[in-house]
């Protein structure tokens, strides 16, 4: 797939007429329908006025090729972390109903148990050994203090997950960060939970929450990791086709 191409096709072209004479005549050419100029992003000539001028330092800095599909995936993970703090905030207001609520729940829990014994026996369920059930037996018990700082524990946690889709949307360096401590801080405790029962749910978040902390550990140099901060502000300027034809006229030069 070429990301350039379909990030251009969604956004438009990125054109750019540095000052600089050397530099301006390998981004400009003149054709039959008038002026047109060089794609930053996919390289291709575009006709038409350029949509920014002025020195080369200052041009936009526009992700190209393996940048461009990193940027993709951060959005993909930044999307995954937003709906997943909707569920814990739904979650989160679900147990300060159900504290609110708990006496008229649990007389219909202990009503509507009896009446679904002889449906799960029939499937071969044994309803009194159920986790779930166990569960919910469990959460009668715990006070309504415990209640509200498991659903203030769960809230916050929710949020912590809408500042990581933020970092991540935005593509900050502080939200590649605290995605991975975030992320990694959790990973114990997911790891726990499938010792306890593994689910295929439970198996695809700790899969996917792993393969985020390493890529983003990985390709995004944090941590001081293939050379930290510095190495990855120098490959964005190389991957930058201003910095590209810079060097080309170096090198003729």
């Known amino acids: 797939m070429d990301w350039a191409l379909r990030s251009c096709s969604w956004h438009g072209h990125e054109t750019y007429a540095p000052d600089e004479p050397e530099l301006r005549e390998r981004l400009h050419v003149e054709t039959a329908a008038g002026e047109a100029w060089r794609c930053l992003r996919c390289a291709n000539f575009v006709p038409g006025p350029p949509t920014g001028s002025g020195p080369a330092d200052h041009a936009p800095e526009v992700p190209r090729g393996r940048l461009l599909r990193d940027r993709v995936i951060m959005r993909v993970l930044a999307v995954e972390r937003f709906l997943r703090a909707l569920v814990l905030f739904a979650a989160a207001a679900a147990i300060f109903r159900f504290r609110d609520d708990r006496g008229s729940i649990q007389q219909a829990f202990d009503a509507e148990l ?6 799960a026996s029939q499937i071969g369920w044994n309803i009194d050994d159920s986790k779930a059930v166990q569960w919910i037996d469990k959460a009668f018990d715990l006070s309504e203090t415990t209640l509200v700082w498991i659903a203030v524990a769960v809230a916050v946690y ?3 997950q809408v500042v990581e889709s933020v970092g991540l949307w935005l593509m900050k360096r502080w939200g590649e960060y605290f995605a991975v401590v975030a992320t990694s801080a959790f990973l114990p405790l ?4 499938l010792t306890e029962k593994v689910t295929a749910l439970r198996a695809c978040l700790l899969a996917i929450n792993v393969a985020a902390v390493v890529w983003l550990i990985w390709s995004k140099r944090l941590f001081g990791i293939r050379g930290g901060g510095a190495a990855y502000a120098d490959e964005h300027s190389a991957e930058s086709l201003l910095t590209v034809e ?3 006229v170096s090198e003729a030069a």
Not at 114 to 119: D, K, N, S, V
């Open 114 to 119: 009896p009446l679904l014994r002889p449906l």
């Open 158 to 160: 929710g949020l912590s």
């Open 190 to 193: 997911e790891i726990y939970e």
């Open 246 to 248: 810079r060097a080309a």
